[in-house]
């Protein structure tokens, strides 16, 4: 069964923590995105990553890091360096980075800050 | 230059009725217009695309309008449904890979289908 699995699907975060969110693909895709969705705000693009040992920075890249050690997987480490962390976070992959390639989503994990 | 403008914010229809989204790009390089659908609590899925060769792309009851000149765009769902309530995004990219390929959303359509 291909896809994209997120988790946790809720996370509650205390102020000043890192926090790490996972993003596994089994569809055998080059690239995968990390976008944050704020209520009225649409999809904005964290961190993507075209293959494996490479990625760059989105739009709001502040205050975010990641790593992509596998082809399968672009885990996500919220820093404490995030101004305002509490959002719903979507992992995307598709086949190859951009353009006409459908990007595929995770069901989202949604991150709280007490 | 690269903003997708995505109106209106929400939308309530009737069953049975016409639910229209409009778009507007400035970027006259884009290339490539998509729809995503989001049911809460999941993620986006790709609903339906155009390219600027065609003003008009239909998938069952879901069509996309495009208008290069006005650079905009939309989106209509004939025959609505509860099922359809959902929110759209609407996005802009170039057709190319790579980077310069990233899709740039609009800020999202919540739709409510009412029986």
């Known amino acids: 069964d291909g896809g994209i699995t997120q988790s946790p699907k809720y996370l509650f975060r205390k102020e000043g923590q890192n926090v790490t969110l996972s993003c596994e693909q089994n569809l055998n895709h080059d690239a995968m995105y990390w976008y944050r969705q704020d209520p009225g705000q649409g999809l904005r693009l964290i961190y993507y990553s075209q293959i494996v040992n490479d990625f760059q920075k989105g739009d709001i890249a502040e205050g975010y890091s990641v790593s992509r050690e596998k082809k399968e997987s672009f885990p996500l480490t919220v820093t404490s360096a995030q101004k305002n962390p509490t959002a719903f976070y979507l992992c995307a992959s598709s086949m190859i980075a951009g353009g006409l390639n459908e990007q595929f989503f995770g069901p989202g994990t949604r991150l709280t800050v007490l | 230059q690269q903003q997708v403008k995505q109106s209106p914010q929400s939308l309530i229809v009737q069953k049975g009725g016409i639910s229209i989204i409009n778009c507007a790009y400035e970027n006259t390089a884009f290339d490539y217009f998509p729809w995503y659908q989001q049911f809460p609590g999941k993620g986006p899925a790709l609903l339906i695309a155009?390219?600027?060769?065609?003003s008009e792309k239909k998938e069952g009851r879901f069509t996309i309008s495009f208008n290069k000149s006005a650079k905009q765009f939309s989106l209509h769902i004939m025959d609505s449904q509860p099922g359809d309530s959902a929110t759209y995004f609407c996005?802009?990219?170039?057709?190319?890979?790579?980077?310069?390929?990233?899709?740039?959303f609009g800020k999202g359509t919540k739709l409510s289908v009412k029986p």
């Open positions: 996005a802009a990219s170039l057709a190319i890979g790579g980077s310069q390929g990233n899709l740039i």
């Open positions: 155009i390219r600027p060769d065609v």
